[in-house]
């Protein structure tokens, strides 16, 4: 076992540190992304639906035009 242990290699103390101001600035994008997903993913506003609806259209179409 030691013999294993020794052969994985030492192991280095260290701990990461964050960058302040780029956690702040993450959080504010991470706010405002999480905004975006409810008001499109979750049924304030039925965008995503009809966006998805329109996909659904135009591959149907392909295939029946025989597009591919």
Same mark, same amino acid.
């Given at each position: 076992?030691?013999?294993?242990?020794?052969?994985?290699?030492?192991?280095?103390?260290?701990?990461?540190?964050? =960058?302040? =101001?780029?956690?702040?600035?993450?959080?504010?994008?991470?706010?405002?992304?999480?905004?975006?997903?409810?008001?499109?993913?979750?049924?304030?506003?039925?965008?995503?639906?009809?966006?998805?609806?329109?996909?659904?259209?135009?591959?149907?179409?392909?295939?029946?035009?025989?597009?591919?």
């Amino acid at each position: 076992m030691r013999a294993a242990a020794a052969a994985m290699g030492a192991r280095v103390e260290s701990a990461y540190v964050p =960058d302040e =101001d780029a956690a702040r600035v993450y959080d504010e994008l991470y706010a405002e992304y999480s905004t975006l997903h409810d008001y499109f993913g979750r049924g304030a506003n039925e965008v995503m639906s009809r966006l998805k609806a329109l996909r659904r259209r135009q591959s149907a179409a392909r295939v029946e035009g025989g597009a591919s």
